[in-house]
């Protein structure tokens, strides 16, 4: 669809499906099962109260406005990453620009070290859950032990009355270095394709929306080479440029996360959803505002400085008209 065709269309035909990662949205309280000492009021971040909740409102805004310009309504789903457990994300909604829209929340326990999970919001005027399943990624170190990360959450339920399936991901990251942690993201990407089969195996002509922090771009060789298939279309691939993306690291943009989803959603079907826009949500307020990192995500923490922003990476979306 040409833009300005896309802009011609009815407000209340356009959904936006978006997904962000939160940047280590942990509560105040010590979970002795996890490694968040760090995220507590004595600890090296000294986490407060009061900085978890602010650090809510402005996340509860910047969810708020994703995509709103056109479908002038939050998004119908919001797929997020780095949350340490169901608490924090029913705060998140419970706060006043979320609130009001009537989110619910969709959230495993995973076996990530640092507690970190992956969640869904929905508003539930727009999408009615039917089942839900978390996949886990099973990885060894050099060791051969168990190398514990994020699972995969499968949501799968009605989008204004249409079944589609939601992937949630946060792939293991490059922490020590993109070409040496590059294999534990090609499983994470093997792993998605096997859950994708088996969808395909009940519904044929399912529609299937991935999303998430691959920690790749488009072109690296886990998506390009082990997650795509002729299913499958990437609309953020045109988005990265040399002044565009979700994050950026010493200077250059990345676009790690992505909502990726399947060709059918190009087909012009009455009462179905089909493609309109893709974008990364980086308005102004979200961004550095002055200095060196002018430009980038404003972000909570930089180091164990308190900068008191909203994340390390931008919002990116997809809206659908229907």
Sequence with gaps: ????????????????????????????????????????????????????????????????????????????????????????????????????????????????E???????????????????????????????????TRDVLLVSGKLNGELVHVLVNHWPSRRAGADSTQHKRIKAAQLVNRIIGEIHQIYRDAKIIIMGDFNDDPHSPSIKEHLMEPRLYNPMETLLSFTKGSLNFKGDWNIFDQIIFTHNFFKNEKDKHTFAHADVFDKKFLKVYEGRHEGNPFRTYAGKKYLGGYSDHFPVYIQLKK
Excluded: C
Excluded at 117 to 123: C, E
Excluded at 130 to 147: I, Q, V
């Design 114 to 148: 640092r507690g970190m999970d992956v969640g869904l919001l929905f508003q539930k005027s727009y999408f009615e859950v039917e089942t839900t399943k978390m996949y886990p990624l099973y990885l060894e170190d050099e060791n051969g032990m168990r190398d514990y």
């Design 1 to 112: 669809m040409d833009i300005q065709s896309f802009k011609k269309l009815p407000l209340n035909d356009i959904y936006t499906v978006a997904f962000y990662n939160l940047e280590n949205l942990f509560d105040t309280k010590d979970d002795l099962n996890t490694l968040d000492d760090d995220f507590l009021p004595k600890g090296k971040k000294r986490w407060t109260e009061k900085r978890y909740e602010k650090k809510l409102m402005k996340l509860g805004t910047a969810i708020s406005n994703v995509g709103y310009h056109r479908s002038k309504k939050a998004p119908v789903l919001v797929g997020v990453a780095e949350v340490e457990n169901k608490r924090v994300l029913k705060d998140l909604v419970s706060t006043k620009n979320l609130k009001k829209h009537d989110f619910d929340v969709v959230h495993f326990d995973s076996p990530d």
